[in-house]
């Protein structure tokens, strides 16, 4: 697993320890516990798609890496829109509780995205 992966994953783990554990102790409700849920699996499943599209590309020419990371940094907006709204509209969440994690987790992952991005960049000559 790449660094990136493992950081990721540690992030998300220690977010979930602490909403379950303020779950535990009803500080925050079932509901809330489930946007949270729904917010972080659409957040991972967005930064894992990043890192292969740019695991395929760094290496190639730079149009494929424009194709590849420009081209599927749009496709993976526009369709985490249409998942949000949909989850938003038609699932029985605590709606501001999901737009607050999701939003949290998207630009958290987003600033350790662009330090991977950077680091492995460093690396090519």
Known sequence: MSSFLKKIFYLYLFFYLLFGLF???NAIS????LSTIYAGI???????IA???FKLSYKSGSSKFMIYNLGGLSLRLFAL????VL????LN??????ILVFF???FITLVIEVLFYLRIAKKIP
């Open 104 to 106: 949290l987790f998207y």
């Open 23 to 25: 779950y535990y102790y």
């Open 42 to 48: 659409l957040n991972l499943i967005n930064s894992f």
């Open 30 to 33: 079932y509901l809330f516990f």
């Open 81 to 84: 829109l249409i998942i949000f």
């Open 93 to 98: 969440i605590d709606k501001y509780a999901f």
């Open 51 to 53: 890192v292969k599209l």
């Open 87 to 90: 989850v938003i509209k038609f």
